[in-house]
């Protein structure tokens, strides 16, 4: 039975739906990261909000970790390559705060605008300060949304209710989704000239890191107010507080700080710097959504292999799911014949796909393809990596897809290129699940792979059969099936034999003594 961790404070939803799924569930919010470190390697699976970072360090003791689940949006809190390496899946629920984070940015502006934090301190201190709390209306102002994605998008409808104009930059918003939101596209320059209130909406990446400092507050209006309901780091809080200080920035709204939680920072105490502690997805209504729905995708994977919302690796359906296994264990194969094969660098990866498993989702199929492909070459690759460290090595890997069958229904044909030229592989399903090998180098033959091989390349002559057969009986070696394949009668043929037991050195280096044998190779799968 698989046991999941839930690590972060969570709607008890979340612990309800892995109970009824059968999967044992612990739940320690708080923990520390020597106290994480310490007992994530019993889990299969961690369930988090923002609070826990999962780093390299505590993915290294994760030794059964399957899936990191994100309880909400950003994952700047996971080390997503070093989860890639560990072959660990990251999930997030893109969509289940969103309206509830969009709301509490516009609270925020609202509340900048008109003081009301400040207004309510004085007026609960007994002060009834009416003159001292004079403030700005929304309506006709400029709002320019910085990342114009879900949230983006759910702030801009909100403002434009309020009468604001809406200004957006987010380099990924096409002119058609920006008519369809009534929001006009401008470049950054633009709308830090152009707008009256500046909120953020994008992920926390190298591209977006300090997006609002010193010389972006040189292009603003005077009076501008900043709102950040996305990440800390997007903001320079220190150019933030000099432009504050000098009057360049008339307020600021923050529910995000550089450092969390933020219990220091030289923003606080300034009347004009609205804040909260990270409050975005905080209403009843997100963490249900974002519990129930985290829980449902890992129990998914853990239970079924469906991949949903997942950052580093493609989707699989829960249908998907059980077709897809069997294709997938004879890419594997495939790739593991080929790269049992590889003598120098691999250039390029041609998958063809051909008949039933062309109409399928391909790419985590090409994925296993990879894994099988790169691991006799290094022993740290699967699923969840095979195709970025494929990309690192400059390996291409092109799908062609024809959903014309070939001999058999469905097939996969795997060409792999190196510096010495291409070799090809191909298989196919019997029965709708048992992976079976149909061709090596374009020469038919059919065969189970299995876990002790001897694979010959000779030439058809007679005898060689026999010289084979008399290697392997003479060195106590048992013989479990014998697969035959020829270009042509006298040409080129190859033999694939399945044996009982691991070949050792000195038995292969026989074979490959004998005479018309051209190469000969222990494989196993
Ligand atoms: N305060 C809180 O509690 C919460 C904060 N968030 C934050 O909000 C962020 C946005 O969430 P969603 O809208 O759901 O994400 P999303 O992925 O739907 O939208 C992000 C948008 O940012 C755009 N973008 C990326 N780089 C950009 C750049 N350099 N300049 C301008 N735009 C850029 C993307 O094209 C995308 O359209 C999350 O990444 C998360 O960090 C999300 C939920 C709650
Ligand atoms: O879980 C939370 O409270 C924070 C939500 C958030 O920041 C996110 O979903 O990106």
């Not at 990342?147 to 809406?166: C, E, F, S, T, Y």
């Amino acid at each position: 039975m698989p046991k999941v961790l839930i690590s972060d404070k969570m709607s008890p939803a979340a612990a309800e739906i892995f109970a009824s799924r059968g999967i044992e569930v612990d739940v320690k919010p708080g923990m520390t990261p020597d106290e994480l470190r310490a007992v994530i390697g019993a889990y299969d699976g961690l369930a988090i909000r923002s609070a826990t970072k999962v780093t390299k360090d505590i993915l290294a003791a994760a030794t059964n970790l399957r899936v990191v689940g994100r309880a909400g949006i950003g994952v700047d809190n996971v080390d997503i390559p070093a989860a890639s390496a560990h072959g660990v899946v990251v999930m997030n629920t893109p969509f289940g705060n969103s309206i509830t984070t969009a709301e509490h940015a516009i609270s925020l502006m609202l509340s900048m605008l008109r003081q009301i934090p400040a207004a309510n301190a004085s007026t609960h201190a007994g002060k009834w300060e009416k003159n001292r709390f004079m403030g700005v209306e929304v309506t006709g102002k400029t709002l320019g949304v910085i990342g114009v994605g879900n949230i983006g998008a759910i702030v801009a409808d909100r403002a434009q209710g309020l009468k604001m104009k809406v200004i957006g930059f987010d380099p990924f918003l096409s002119p058609e989704r920006a008519q369809d939101l009534g929001v006009e596209k401008v470049e950054l320059d633009e709308l830090f000239r152009r707008a009256d209130v500046i909120t953020l909406h994008t992920p926390l990446t190298d591209g977006t890191r300090g997006i609002i400092g010193a010389d972006a507050f040189t292009k603003m209006k005077d009076g501008v107010y900043i709102v950040n309901c996305a990440r800390g780091g997007l903001v320079v809080e220190k150019d933030l507080k000099a432009a504050l200080d000098s009057g360049k920035v008339a307020g600021a709204a923050l529910d995000v700080f550089a450092e969390e939680p933020a219990k220091e920072n030289a923003l606080f105490g300034d009347e004009r710097v609205v804040a909260t502690p990270h409050l975005g997805a905080s209403t009843v209504e997100a963490q249900e959504n974002v519990a129930l729905q985290v829980a449902e995708q890992m129990a998914d994977y853990l239970l079924t292999g469906a991949i949903t919302n997942a950052i580093n690796v493609p989707s699989v359906t829960a249908e998907e799911a059980p077709k897809l296994k069997p294709y997938m264990k004879l890419a594997e194969q495939l790739g593991s014949f080929a790269g049992q094969l590889a003598e120098t660098g691999l250039r390029g990866v041609t998958v063809e796909y051909s008949g039933q498993v062309a109409t399928l989702n391909t790419r985590p199929i090409t994925a296993a393809l990879l894994t099988g492909l790169l691991r006799p070459l290094l022993d740290s690759v699967n699923m969840v990596n095979a195709p970025i460290v494929a990309k690192e090595r400059n390996i291409s890997v092109t799908e062609v897809r024809s959903d014309k069958a070939t001999d058999f229904q469905t097939q996969i044909k795997l060409t792999v290129s190196d510096e010495r030229g291409g070799r090809s592989v191909a298989g196919t399903l019997i029965a709708g699940n048992r992976p079976r090998l149909v061709s090596v180098e374009d020469v038919a033959i059919e065969a189970e792979l299995a876990e002790n091989m001897l694979f010959v390349v000779n030439n058809d002559k007679p005898g060689f059969i026999g010289g084979v057969g008399r290697t392997l009986g003479e060195s106590g070696i048992n013989i479990a099936s014998f697969h035959l394949g020829r270009q042509a009668p006298g040409a080129r043929a190859i033999c694939l034999i399945e044996v009982d037991q691991p070949l050792r050195e000195a038995v292969l280096k026989q074979v490959q003594g004998l005479p018309n044998v051209i190469t000969a190779l222990s494989l196993s799968f």
